[in-house]
C-alpha cells in the first residue's frame, strides 16, 4: 500500500510541474522541435557551442541548451531564475538583468527540485513551519526532553505541528516568498548568514536561502510605488508577522545550469553538483547542435 501511494504522490507531483521541470535525468524525452527561449543566456550558450572545440565542454554545453529548450518560451515581464548549480538568484524585467543575490541550495542528498512557481508577496518576521522530517531529526526530541532549551529557541508544538516563532534565531531568517508548491520549498532567508561566504553552498534540505535577504525583498517590492528599503526595515524591526503583497504575482523558474554566460560576455562552467550532466546522453545533443560550419542534414 505504501508503495502505490509514494508511486501516486509521484505522479501527482509530475501532472503539477510543468513539462520544462519535470526529472528527465533518467529516461531521455523523445525528440521535439526545439523551443527557444526569448533569453540572453541562451543565445550565448548557442553561440558558445558553435565556437567551442573541446568535446568535454561541447557536451555540457548542448546539456545546458537542451535544458534552456524545456523553459517556456516567454518567460514573463518581470521574473525569477535560480540557477543552483551556480548558486545564484537573479530578478529579471524582459531581456534586463535587475539584480544577482548569492543562494544557498539542497545538498547532492537533498537537492533542490527543478520546477516553477508564481511569487505573490512576501511575508517578514515568519514563523517557520517544521517539516516532520526535519523535526525528527532533534527538533521534537528537544521540545519534548528539554522544553526550556526549546522555548530558548522558539520551538513549540502547536495543533499537532512543530513550529519555531519570529526572531532573529528563526531558520527562516526575517523573511521568506509567498509561492504555494508541491515540494513546499521556499526561497527565504536564514539565520546563519557567514555561509554565503562559501564558494560551494549546496547545504540545505532543498530550500534556498537568499543572500542580502532584505535588499533582495526590498528589490522585489520596489514595483509598489510606495516602497522602499525603510519601509523594509520598518515592518521588520516591528517583530509582527506581515505579508506584503506583491501589485501582480511573477514567475520564479528554479532550474540547474551548469553553463552560464557571466558580465563580462565568458561563458562561466560550474560543478555539475547534482550529477545531472553524466545523466545525459552527449552524443545525442551534440548531434542536435553542429559545429559551426557543419550542414545540418534535412530530408
Known sequence: MRKTFSALAGLLIALASPVWAQDHSAVEPEETAPVLANHPYHEALREAFAQETDAGRRATLAANLRRWER?????????????????????????????????????????????????????????WEIPASIAAEGIAAMVRNRPAAARQRGYVYQNGRYRQRPGPGNALGLMKLVMPNPYSVFLHDTSNRTLFERDVRALSHGCIRVGDALGFATELLAARPDWNRARTDEVVESGRTTQIDLPESIPLYIGYFTAEPGSDGEMRYFEDIYGRDRSVSATRLIDRYPAEGEQECRS
Open 71 to 127: 523553459m517556456p518560451a516567454a518567460l514573463g515581464e518581470r521574473y525569477l531564475l535560480v540557477n543552483a548549480a551556480a548558486f545564484e538568484l537573479t530578478l529579471w524585467e524582459g531581456r534586463r538583468e535587475m539584480g544577482r543575490w548569492r543562494v544557498i541550495v539542497g545538498t547532492p542528498r537533498t537537492p533542490t527540485p527543478i520546477f516553477q512557481a508564481e511569487v505573490s508577496g512576501v511575508i517578514f518576521n515568519p514563523w
